[in-house]
C-alpha cells in the first residue's frame, strides 16, 4: 500500500468559490510552509442534451496542471451526474476508510425546486466544482488514477474505462455486509478512538441536521421580511402625493424603506450562498463519516472472525497465519488513513465552520450598516430643515 | 397667544385600574378606570408644589364628553380618542381590550386626547370640558342637562344621509377628498406596518434556536466549543431584542390612529358645511317656489304646471276673497323666509370662517406632527441597526475564534 497519510498539507483547502482558473492562486491560503498547489479545477457552463430516451445536463470540466505526470497541461472535459458518481464509488472502493467528498444528492425533495429549474442546476454545479476541489486538496486522493482519467479522459475513454473493474452490485455488497455487520452489535476490539468518534459523530450528525433546519428557516423569515417591506417603502410615496408640507419627508422615508429592502435581499443572498451549502454540505458528510466507520469496523471484524477462527482449528495454522497477517495488516492501515483523514477533516470543518459563520455576520453587519446610513442621512435632511423653518420663523 | 388651559394646568393620565360594577342592565361587568390628575401650573418663581387633584373616569365619559363637543362644536375639528378596540394588531400583540400593554397605550392616548383639548383655543375654555376634569360626582347629569343629544341625533342622522349640494365651498370639497384619501392610505400604511412587524419578529426569534443547539455543539467540540457557546448567547440577544423595539414601533402606530381617526373628525367638519349648505340651497328654493306661486295668484296666470291649477280649472276657480286669503298667508310665509334665508346665509358664512380658522390651526399641527413621528420612526430605526452592528460584532468576533 502507498497511501500518503501525512499531514504535512492538513491545511490544503479552498474555504471560497474560485472564478477562474487563475484567480484560483489568489484563494489559496498560504500556511508556513507557502505550498504551491498544482491542480486547478472548475465546474461551470451546464449544458443540457436531448437524446431520444433521455434528457441529461453535462458539465464542462476544466483543468489546469503543473504535474508531470499529466501529459497536458490543460484539460477540457465534459462530465455529467453519473460520471461524478461514478468517481465517487471508485474513490470509496480504492480508500474504504478515507472520507470521500459528498456529492449534491440527485433530487432534491424539499422545496419546488424543479429538477431541472436554473437555481437547482447552479448549486448542484457549485456543490460539484467542490466536490473535485475537495478530492484534489486531499493528500492522497489527489493522485488517485480515477480521478486522474476522470479530469482528462474523452467522453469515449471514459465509458470504456468505466467498464472495467468490479460491478455495481459487488459494491453494493460491500456496503450491505459494512452494514449488517455493524448492525450485529458493533466490533468488540474496537479501539476506543473509534468509539469516540463513532460517539462524536452520532451528535454532530444531530446538531448539523438542526443547524441545516434553522438555517432554512432563517432564510425563510427573510424571505417573507422582504416580501412585505416590498409593499411597505411605495405607500408612503402614496401618501406624499396628497400631501405638501410632509411630502418630502414621507418621499424620504419610502426611499429608506426601500434601499433597507434591497439591502435585505443582498442578506438573504448571502445566506443561499455561503452558510446553507457549507451546512448541508456537512450534512451529508455526517453520513460519509458514519459510513467510513462502519467500513472501518467491517475491515476489523474480517480480522476478528479469522483469529476466532484459527483459535478453534489447529490445522492450516500456517495458512491462516498468513492471511491473518495480512488482515492485520489491513487492519493497521486502515485505521492509521482513516485517523489522519480523520484529524485533517476536522480541521477543515472547524475552518470551513469558522468561515461560513463569520461570513454571516459579516452579511448581518454589512446590512445593518447600510441601513444604519441611509436613516442617519435620512435624519441629517430632516434636521436641516428643521432648522432652516426656525430661521425663517424668527424672522421679522 | 390665546391662554388655553394646558398652559395653566398641568394634566396627565396617570394609572389605569381594572374595576367591576353594576351596568345599566345591573349585570356585572369588569372595565377599566383611569386616574385624571390635574395641578394648577405655578410661576416658576413661587418654588412651591401645588396640590394635585384627581378623579377617576372610564372611557364611555371619554367618549360622552367627545359627542358633547363634537355637537357643541361642529365647526372645530375635535381631537380624536383613542381606539376603541384594538385594531391592526399582529400575531404577538392582544386583541384583548384587557390586556395590559393595550390599557397602557389606551391610558397614554387619553392623555393624549385630554391634552389636546386643553391646547385648543376654542374647545380649552368649555365649562363641561373643565368639570370633566375637575369634578368627580354629577358631571354626567351636567352633560345631559344641556340637551346636546336631541342635537347629536339628528346630527348623526344627517352626517350618514346623502344629499346633492348644488353649490358647495370648493374648500370644503377638496378637503373631504384629502381626509378621505387620508384615512384611506394610513390604514394601508397601519395595515402593512403591522405585517412587517410580524415578518420582523420572525426573523429575530428564529436565530434564537441557534443559542441552543450551539451550546450542545459545543460540548463536543474541544477548541470549536468556547467560540460556539458565546456565539450562542449573542444571538439569544439578538432574539430577545425585537420585543422592545416593536413596542416601541407601537406608539409610532399609535401617533399614526391619531390622524387615522382625526381624517374623521375633519370629514365631519366638511360634512356640517354641506348639511348647511343644502339647508341653505333647501331653503332658498322654497322661497323662490313660494314667490313664484304668490306672483301666480296674484296676476292669475299660470306658468307651472299644478295639479291644484288644474282641479280648479276643470271644477271651477276659486273666489276672489278665498285667493286673497292664500296670498296674505304666502307673503307672510315669504316674509318669514326672507328673514330665515338671510339669517342662515350668515350662519354659514360664519361657519365657514371659523371652520376655516380651525382647518388651517389643524393643518400646520398634522404636519408638524407628522414630520416629527417620520423623524421618530428614523431615530427608532437608527437604534435598530446600532443594537444590530453591536450583537453581530460580537457573534462576528466568537465565531472569528472558533
Redesign the interface.
Known amino acids: 500500500y502507498l497511501q500518503d497519510t501525512s499531514l504535512a498539507d492538513a491545511n490544503s483547502f479552498s474555504p471560497s468559490m474560485p472564478i477562474s482558473p487563475s484567480s484560483m492562486i489568489n484563494q489559496y491560503k498560504f500556511e508556513d510552509e507557502p505550498e504551491l498547489r498544482d491542480l486547478f479545477i472548475t465546474v461551470d457552463d451546464p449544458e443540457s442534451h436531448i437524446t431520444a430516451i433521455e434528457t441529461f445536463i453535462t458539465y464542462r470540466v476544466i483543468t489546469k496542471t503543473s504535474r508531470g505526470e499529466f501529459d497536458s497541461c490543460e484539460y477540457e472535459v465534459r462530465r455529467r451526474y453519473q460520471d461524478f458518481l461514478w468517481l465517487k464509488s471508485k474513490l470509496e472502493e480504492a480508500h474504504p476508510t478515507l472520507i470521500i467528498p459528498p456529492l449534491p444528492e440527485k433530487f432534491i425533495m424539499k422545496g419546488m425546486v424543479e429538477r431541472f429549474s436554473d437555481e437547482f442546476i447552479e448549486t448542484r454545479r457549485k456543490a460539484l466544482h467542490k466536490f473535485l476541489n475537495r478530492i484534489a486538496d486531499h493528500p492522497t486522493l489527489t493522485f488517485n488514477e480515477d480521478f486522474k482519467i476522470f479530469l482528462t479522459a474523452q467522453a469515449w475513454e471514459l465509458s470504456s474505462h468505466k467498464k472495467q473493474g468490479p460491478g455495481l452490485l459487488s459494491r453494493m455488497g460491500q456496503t450491505v455486509r459494512a452494514v449488517a455487520s455493524s448492525v450485529r452489535g458493533g466490533v468488540k476490539n474496537r479501539p476506543e478512538m473509534f468509539t469516540e468518534m463513532n460517539d462524536y459523530m452520532e451528535t454532530f450528525s444531530q446538531k448539523i441536521n438542526v443547524l441545516d433546519k434553522i438555517a432554512h428557516r432563517i432564510y425563510k423569515e427573510e424571505r417573507e421580511y422582504f416580501n412585505e417591506m416590498k409593499e411597505y417603502g411605495p405607500i408612503h410615496t402614496l401618501w406624499s402625493a396628497s400631501e405638501e408640507d410632509i411630502a418630502d419627508s414621507l418621499k424620504g422615508v419610502a426611499s429608506c424603506i426601500d434601499k433597507c429592502c434591497k439591502a435585505t435581499e443582498k442578506r438573504m443572498a448571502g445566506l443561499s450562498e455561503n452558510l446553507l451549502p457549507i451546512i448541508h454540505e456537512y450534512v451529508l458528510y455526517s453520513e460519509i463519516l458514519m459510513g467510513v466507520l462502519k467500513r472501518r469496523d467491517q475491515i476489523q471484524s474480517e480480522l476478528d472472525s479469522k483469529v476466532d477462527a484459527l483459535a478453534n482449528k489447529k490445522a492450516d495454522k500456517d495458512l491462516f497465519s498468513e492471511e491473518i497477517g495480512k488482515l492485520e495488516d489491513k487492519v493497521e492501515c486502515a485505521n492509521n488513513a482513516l485517523k489522519a483523514d480523520w484529524d485533517r477533516w476536522k480541521q477543515n470543518m472547524q475552518c470551513d465552520m469558522r468561515s461560513a459563520f463569520t461570513n454571516v455576520a459579516d452579511n448581518n453587519l454589512h446590512y445593518y450598516e447600510e441601513c444604519l446610513a441611509t436613516w442617519e442621512s435620512f435624519l441629517a435632511s430632516q434636521t436641516v430643515d428643521r432648522h432652516r423653518e426656525e430661521d425663517f420663523e424668527d424672522r421679522p | 397667544m390665546e391662554d388655553c388651559l394646558a398652559k395653566k394646568m398641568e394634566i396627565t393620565v396617570s394609572e389605569a385600574e381594572k374595576r367591576t360594577g353594576r351596568n345599566a342592565m345591573n349585570m356585572q361587568e369588569t372595565y377599566t378606570a383611569y386616574l385624571i390628575e390635574t395641578r394648577a401650573v405655578e410661576s416658576q418663581n413661587e418654588g412651591q408644589c401645588s396640590p394635585v387633584d384627581s378623579l377617576w373616569r372610564r372611557y364611555s365619559e371619554f367618549e360622552l364628553l367627545r359627542n358633547y363637543l363634537l355637537v357643541t362644536y361642529p365647526h372645530i375639528v375635535v381631537p380624536p380618542l383613542p381606539e376603541k378596540r384594538a385594531d391592526f394588531v399582529w400575531h404577538k400583540l392582544s386583541a384583548d381590550n384587557m390586556d395590559p400593554d393595550f390599557v397602557e397605550r389606551r391610558r397614554i392616548g387619553l392623555e393624549n386626547f385630554l391634552l389636546r383639548v386643553a391646547s385648543h383655543p376654542v374647545l380649552c375654555q368649555d365649562k363641561i370640558f373643565y368639570s370633566f376634569l375637575t369634578q368627580e360626582g354629577g358631571w354626567k347629569e351636567m352633560v345631559n342637562e344641556t340637551g346636546f343629544q336631541l342635537k347629536a341625533d339628528s346630527r348623526l342622522k344627517a352626517l350618514n344621509a346623502t344629499f346633492r349640494v348644488k353649490n358647495p365651498d370648493k374648500r370644503f370639497t377638496e378637503l373631504k377628498h ?1 381626509s378621505d ?2 384615512q384611506s ?2 390604514s ?2 397601519l395595515r ?2 403591522a ?2 412587524a ?3 419578529y ?2 429575530y426569534k ?2 434564537g ?2 443559542g441552543r ?1 450551539f451550546s ?2 459545543s ?3 474541544k ?2 466549543g468556547d ?1 460556539l457557546q458565546s ?1 450562542g448567547h449573542h444571538m439569544d440577544v439578538y432574539a430577545a431584542s425585537i420585543d422592545d423595539i416593536l413596542e416601541e414601533e407601537e406608539h409610532y402606530a399609535d401617533q399614526l390612529k391619531e390622524y387615522l381617526f382625526y381624517a374623521e373628525a375633519l370629514r365631519a367638519v366638511c360634512r356640517k358645511h354641506e348639511l348647511m349648505q343644502y339647508d341653505l340651497e333647501m331653503a332658498a328654493q322654497d322661497l323662490t317656489s313660494k314667490k313664484q306661486q304668490c306672483e301666480e295668484l296674484a296676476t292669475g296666470t299660470m306658468r307651472t304646471f299644478s295639479l291644484k291649477g288644474m282641479t280648479s280649472k276643470l271644477f271651477g276657480q276659486e273666489t276672489p276673497e278665498q285667493r286673497e286669503a292664500k296670498i296674505k298667508v304666502l307673503e307672510e310665509q315669504i316674509q318669514e323666509g326672507e328673514e330665515q334665508l338671510k339669517s342662515k346665509n350668515l350662519e354659514g358664512r360664519d361657519f365657514v370662517k371659523s371652520a376655516w380658522a380651525d382647518i388651517e390651526r389643524f393643518k400646520e399641527q398634522k ?1 408638524h406632527d ?2 416629527e413621528a ?2 421618530s ?3 427608532m ?2 437604534s435598530m ?2 443594537k ?2 453591536q450583537v ?2 460580537n ?2 468576533e466568537c ?2 475564534k ?1
Open positions: 384629502y384619501e387620508l392610505v394610513i394601508h400604511l402593512v406596518r405585517r412587517v410580524d415578518r420582523l420572525g426573523v428564529v436565530h434556536n441557534y443547539v450542545e455543539w460540548a463536543i467540540e477548541e470549536m467560540g456565539a404636519n407628522l414630520k417620520l423623524i420612526y428614523a431615530v430605526q437608527i441597526c446600532k444590530g452592528i453581530w460584532t457573534a462576528k465565531f472569528s472558533m
